[in-house]
T-cell receptor, first 115, second 111 residues
Framework: NAGVTQTPKFRILKIGQSMTLQCTQD?????MYWYRQDPGMGLKLIYY???????DKGEVPNGYNVSRSTTEDFPLRLELAAPSQTSVYFC??????????????FGSGTRLTVV | TQLLEQSPQFLSIQEGENLTVYCNSS?????LQWYRQEPGEGPVLLVT?????EVKKLKRLTFQFGDARKDSSLHITAAQPGDTGLYLC???????????FGTGTRLKVLA
């Protein structure tokens, strides 16, 4: 039972480079999310998806893009990396089928440094 | 505006002590979750509370949802160093799909 798998765990990027953070879940969850967590700070929502083919912006989407071609995968793309994108990135998923949210399953994170 | 305020922000206690962490809001939540996050890892879901007044126990951890579903508490009995971490409450306000994370309580249990 893998849950939510993120790769890579660590990455150093130079300013202006691009990369894709991978996220896969095997729980057949319909909702998926990308958060960033800066040191000593809370979780900020970047993008989310309510199902394959549907994505929407969170509170800090600038500089990022996402796609959701399958239920399982939700990659996050960074274009033209900037030092302000240095952070720890978490992917999460949940099953939303009614009025009650039963919580999220998080991946173990990708620690990204932009130099 | 932060809708879920946690207190205390930081807590450092000795092994064996008891502690309570609070999660408060002026809004009503349809459900509320508690997570624990250890350094270098993602948050791990501990519990979901749904019904006002509900109490759930997970070994030495006791979770309570307020009668009005606006607040929650986490009580740890006989804390151990393994309880060290960042504790987050989170939930979705009734009538919305927006999921809110609390401000967090950073707990350190000293051996």
């Amino acid at each position: 039972n893998a849950g939510v798998t993120q790769t890579p765990k660590f990455r150093i990027l130079k300013i202006g480079q691009s990369m894709t953070l991978q996220c896969t879940q095997d729980m057949n969850h319909n909702y998926m999310y990308w958060y960033r967590q800066d040191p000593g700070m809370g979780l900020k929502l970047i993008y989310y998806s309510v199902g394959a083919g549907i994505t929407d912006k969170g509170e800090v989407p600038n500089g990022y893009n996402v796609s959701r071609s399958t239920t399982e995968d939700f990659p996050l793309r960074l274009e033209l990396a900037a030092p302000s994108q240095t952070s720890v990135y978490f992917c999460a998923s949940s099953y939303e089928g009614g009025t009650i949210n039963y919580g999220y399953t998080f991946g173990s994170g990708t620690r990204l440094t932009v130099v | 505006t932060q809708l879920l305020e946690q207190s205390p922000q930081f807590l450092s206690i000795q092994e064996g002590e008891n502690l309570t962490v609070y999660c408060n809001s002026s809004s009503v939540f349809s459900s509320l979750q508690w997570y624990r996050q250890e350094p270098g890892e993602g948050p791990v879901l501990l519990v979901t509370v749904v019904t006002g007044g509900e109490v759930k126990k997970l070994k030495r951890l006791t979770f309570q949802f307020g009668d009005a579903r606006k607040d929650s508490s986490l009580h740890i009995t006989a804390a151990q160093p393994g309880d060290t971490g960042l504790y987050l409450c989170a939930g979705a306000q009734t009538g919305t799909y927006k999921y809110i994370f609390g401000t967090g309580t950073r707990l350190k249990v000293l051996a």
